[in-house]
């Protein structure tokens, strides 16, 4: 049997700045197996004082907006002015095989060979959201590495945004052009929860829809209450092809962090999620516990083929999995 890695070394490397020891870390960190789990938790716990520093920037939108043409471009745009950046894609996982379905490196040509950038695609691996189990530990790593700007990419459907709204400083939601009815079909909850909207694909012809649609998106927001009451979400247009009002883009970011900081919003956010961060820890140690308790394991089929059938209500079988478990 392999030794467990140690977690002085990988610290210490992280620290360094040392990428592979790094890539090797968060795989750790992802890991399922209860002794990984625990010398994840001593490096995060090593890691901490070295954190905090970054600006993190969840990034969503629909399939087709454009995230990691956008993503890839901003990115290097910061890379090349002095920033190291590191991009964490979470993809859909594949029901067959577990692993990521999009694969973001072969879609963020520039950034996945930038020596000042970071990219992981990381599987969803079925966590609510689509958002991988371990991003905000992930995160804490790549600022222990000195990397000043964390983008998370969210697949963009389900519950996903909210999960990282509720781990990012910033929630940049990416909309197409040509509003109209489609700003009927979009969800309230998205809007409500941008701090910035950004109208992609604004070039050529595109230009004309793109201001269009982002005025109909600043009478929506007129409705709604923002997440900040010291910060109103500004609309903008942005091409990530033609590298667009991305300057512009960076420049919005920096009046948040500028804003909020100084109203005391920023860290009263970063508390709250630092809470909502432990209750998440909580329920995931619960769910592991169901799926290795032995006694479980022998009565689960049953009680799930009882469900299935009809014999049993959910809410039954949830109370005799409970007893099972002596909750």
Same mark, same amino acid.
């Given at each position: $049997?392999?030794?467990? *890695? ?12 040392? /990428?592979?020891?790094?890539? /090797? ?7 399922? /197996? ?14 901490? *004082? ?18 990691? !043409? ?26 067959? !095989? ?6 973001? @490196?072969?879609?963020? #040509? /520039? ?33 222990? #590495?000195?990397?000043?700007? %964390? ?16 781990? !990012? ?7 197409? *052009? ?22 992609? @694909? ?21 409705? $709604? ?22 300057? !512009? ?12 900081? #100084? ?17 998440? $820890? ?14 479980? @394991? ?22 005799? %999995? ?6």
């Amino acid at each position: $049997m392999r030794a467990l *890695p140690d977690p002085a070394r990988l610290a210490d490397g992280i620290r360094a700045g040392d /990428r592979a020891v790094l890539a /090797r870390a968060i795989t750790l960190i992802e890991s399922t /197996r209860p002794d990984h789990q625990a010398v994840a938790r001593d490096l995060v716990q090593r890691l901490l *004082p070295q954190t905090g520093r970054a600006i993190r920037i969840g990034i969503t939108g629909v399939p087709g907006a454009g995230k990691s !043409t956008t993503i890839d471009t901003f990115g290097s745009n910061l890379t090349a002015a002095g920033h190291r950046v590191a991009v964490l894609a979470v993809d859909p996982s594949s029901s067959r !095989t577990g692993g990521s379905i999009l694969g973001d @490196k072969t879609r963020m #040509a /520039r950034l996945s060979v930038d020596a000042n950038a970071f990219v992981r695609p990381s599987p969803s691996s079925g966590t609510l959201g689509g958002v991988a189990a371990r991003t905000r530990e992930t995160m804490l790593l790549c600022e222990a #590495a000195g990397f000043d700007v %964390i983008l998370v990419e969210t697949v963009g459907v389900g519950q996903s945004e909210t999960a990282v709204a509720d781990m !990012t400083d910033l929630f940049l939601v990416l909309m197409l *052009p040509g509003a109209g009815d489609e700003l009927q079909g979009i969800k309230k909850g998205i809007l409500e929860l941008a701090d910035i909207i950004a109208v992609n @694909k604004a070039d050529g012809d595109g230009l004309r829809r793109a201001r269009a649609a982002a005025a109909e998106y600043r009478a929506a927001l007129h409705i $709604m209450a923002p997440r900040s009451a010291v910060w109103a979400p500004p609309v903008m247009t942005i091409s990530g092809l033609a590298n667009e009002g991305l300057d !512009t883009l960076w420049e919005q970011i920096g009046a948040f962090r500028a804003k909020t900081g #100084a109203s005391g919003d920023f860290e009263a956010r970063r508390r709250a999620q630092g809470v909502k961060w432990m209750w998440a $820890m909580l329920q995931d140690r619960f769910t592991g516990r169901l799926k290795r308790d032995p006694k479980l @394991k022998a009565r689960l089929p049953a009680i799930e083929a009882d469900v299935a059938a009809g014999r049993l209500s959910a809410l039954v079988a949830a109370d005799e %999995i409970a007893t099972v478990l002596g909750l």
